[in-house]
């Protein structure tokens, strides 16, 4: 299942003997692991034990074994957590397999990993009695889903406009999300609304860096220069300077360039380039509004100047204004 059903499913089932936390989403992983300690375990330092996968082989997998048989002091349950724990599949069979089969009533085992193991380690989400909660890198309509149920769960509607305006400020950042989405909750407490607007966002959230390159460079597809001029004041105004600035700028546009030449689906080009889904699809929507040859010809353009500052040729404000001028004024 996937994080954001994991809250509802516990619910409705309770305690179950094993949960693995799967995926590149830290945030989801930790908070997983903070719902099910905070219903079932009272008293972390007597029935809670955290053991390095790592250092799990052979015999010493006997050492996680005997920690989830043995009973609670005063839990409700003896919880087990062990990290980037990968067994091979005759390890799983030697040490583990008869405990995954019949689980201890009284002992809770939490799996927690970043990524799935490489080829020869055991399919730790297939074998019995294990609960799957698939923490990967979340797609936008996934975080604006959560972002809706958090608001829900708190008494207060947010339409999915609004969703997805909270979604692309954090550049789907889901632990900064997290924590816009808490303090537009505490400011709809403190002052009655019941509804979370688009007017409220634009006042309580600042956009990411990242969106304001993007930003950026939606201006500059559309040749606005004002507005171009606008985001780039906010951004020195906010710490970045020209080199830093051209950089990101140049940085942004290689992303849309290599993705605009690759083909498969969003999470397919994101696994190849090892980027978030919604990056892709942000950097395929932006790559549509140019032509393959002036995308190329843009980022050529950013990228020579963001070299002449550093081979000393040109001053960074004189860098930033030939580019400025190559793109918006070239024709004139």
């Known amino acids: 299942m996937k994080y954001i059903d994991f809250k509802k499913f516990t619910d409705e089932h309770g305690a179950l003997p094993i949960y693995l936390f799967e995926g590149e989403e830290a945030y989801f992983r ?46 409700q349950k003896r919880v087990v957590r062990v990290t980037e724990f990968y067994p091979s599949e005759k390890d799983y069979e030697s040490y583990l397999k008869k405990t995954f089969e019949n689980p201890p009533q009284s002992g809770m085992l939490l799996i927690v990993n970043g990524s799935k193991g490489k080829t020869g380690t055991a399919a730790l989400s297939k074998k019995p009695n294990l609960t799957f909660v698939d923490c990967g890198r979340s797609d936008e309509e996934t975080i604006k889903k959560w972002i809706y149920i958090t608001c829900k769960r708190a008494g207060v509607y947010v339409d999915g406009v609004v969703c997805g305006k909270i979604a692309a400020y954090c550049v789907c950042d889901m632990a900064r999300i997290s924590k816009e989405t808490e303090k537009l909750l505490t400011c709809c407490a403190a002052t009655g609304q019941d509804t979370l607007t688009d007017a409220l966002v634009d006042e309580m959230i600042y956009p990411d860096s990242e969106y304001k390159i993007y930003e950026l460079a939606n201006a500059l597809s559309r040749r606005n220069y004002g507005e171009f001029i606008r985001i780039a004041d906010e951004l020195k105004a906010k710490g970045f300077d020209e080199i830093a600035l051209l950089s990101a700028l140049a940085n942004y546009f290689k992303g849309i360039y290599e993705v605009a030449l690759a083909r498969g ?51 960074p404000d004189s860098a930033l204004k030939k580019v400025i001028a190559g793109v918006f004024f070239q024709n004139k």
């Open 30 to 75: 930790e908070k997983g692991e903070e719902l099910l300690k905070s219903r079932f375990l009272e008293q972390p330092t007597l029935d809670y034990i955290s053991f390095d996968g790592a250092e799990l082989k052979g015999d010493k997998l006997k050492t996680l074994t005997d920690a989830w048989n043995s009973f609670p002091f005063a839990s």
């Open 265 to 315: 689906s969003d999470g397919e080009v994101a696994a190849a380039l090892g980027i978030k889904e919604y990056a892709v699809k942000k950097n395929r929507e932006q790559a549509s509004r140019f032509k393959k040859e002036t995308l190329f010809a843009v980022y050529q353009n950013v990228y020579q100047a963001v070299s002449g500052i550093k081979s000393g040729e040109i001053t």
